[in-house]
């Protein structure tokens, strides 16, 4: 479901696909995707100090389309400067029944 969210629903809201999407090495429920310039940012001036991201709108898109689909979590938008440049990381913590389903087909 992320593979299909992170290339044909950003295909279809941004007109490209995502620039990352990534499994979290620290927590087996977090799973991140990463957009470099998101376009809710665009005419946003961004800091550090600035806690209000504009990309917690496609987060919740996120988080609909996965609640929708039975697949229970929590999205939520991060900003981080990595390089002088500033990314989203849109942090998926699924529901421990979620990864418990996933685990039992495998």
């Not at 279809?12 to 990352?20: E, I, P």
């Not at 310039?37 to 988080?63: D, M, Q, R, W």
């Not at 990381?89 to 699924?94: G, L, N, Q």
Request: hydrophobic share 40%; aromatic share 14%; proline share 2%.
């Amino acid at each position: 479901m992320l593979q299909f969210i992170n290339n044909n629903v950003w295909k279809m809201l941004f007109n490209k696909q995502a620039d990352g999407l990534q499994k979290s090495t620290d927590d087996a429920h977090e799973y991140r995707i990463i957009e470099n310039s998101p376009v809710f940012n665009k005419f946003v001036p961004l800091s550090k100090l600035n806690s209000f991201n504009c990309a917690s709108f496609t987060a919740g898109i996120i988080e609909g389309f996965l609640n929708s689909a039975d697949f229970r979590c929590k999205v939520s938008a991060a900003l981080f400067e990595i390089d002088g440049m500033f990314k989203t990381y849109y942090i998926i913590k699924f529901d421990e029944t979620v990864i418990d389903r996933d685990n039992e087909i495998k």
